[in-house]
């Protein structure tokens, strides 16, 4: 009984329709590129697409910003290889404390949620101190 989230309204799709719009919508996509034009009003522009996709969609694509393919093909990689592992393994990681560099757990809303969310969650905090390389489970090494 735990898992089940009360019925809302927002939460309720609404029926399928062929000609509606929802079908020419996408997903918001945020190109940090044009932050390093030089016109003030691009900047301005682009950082407040963030919050604008943040708050009415909840997520967003961030194309153009500098991070490599290779780099971020490798972090999915690293992530999969963590949830594969047994579980003693992740065990140690495993906490509640949002202070530590890095924690592995279930249900990462239980106590705040109107209803447990039944997936796991790695989460590795790296600003304002990044954790040194050692502390990090070997699946991200």
Not at 2 to 27: D, R
Not at 76 to 87: K, N, S, Y
Not at 94 to 109: A, E, G, I
Request: hydrophobic residues 35%; proline residues 11%; glycine residues 4%.
């Amino acid at each position: 009984s735990i898992f089940i989230h009360p019925l809302s309204p927002s939460l309720c799709p609404a029926p399928y329709k062929p000609n509606s719009s929802i079908i020419s919508t996408s997903i918001p996509v945020i190109n940090l590129g044009r932050i390093l034009e030089k016109d003030p009003n691009t900047r301005k522009d682009v950082i407040e697409k963030v919050p604008d996709a943040a708050e009415k969609w909840g997520f967003f694509q961030v194309v153009n910003h500098g991070i490599p393919v290779e780099d971020l093909e490798d972090m999915l990689e690293g992530t999969r290889r963590f949830f594969e592992q047994d579980v003693e393994v992740k065990k140690r990681y495993y906490s509640r404390d949002y202070s530590r560099p890095m924690l592995y757990n279930s249900n990462f809303d239980l106590y705040t949620g109107p209803a447990a969310s039944w997936r796991d969650t790695v989460a590795c905090r790296i600003v304002p101190d990044p954790p040194c390389p050692h502390d990090l489970p070997i699946a991200f090494r």
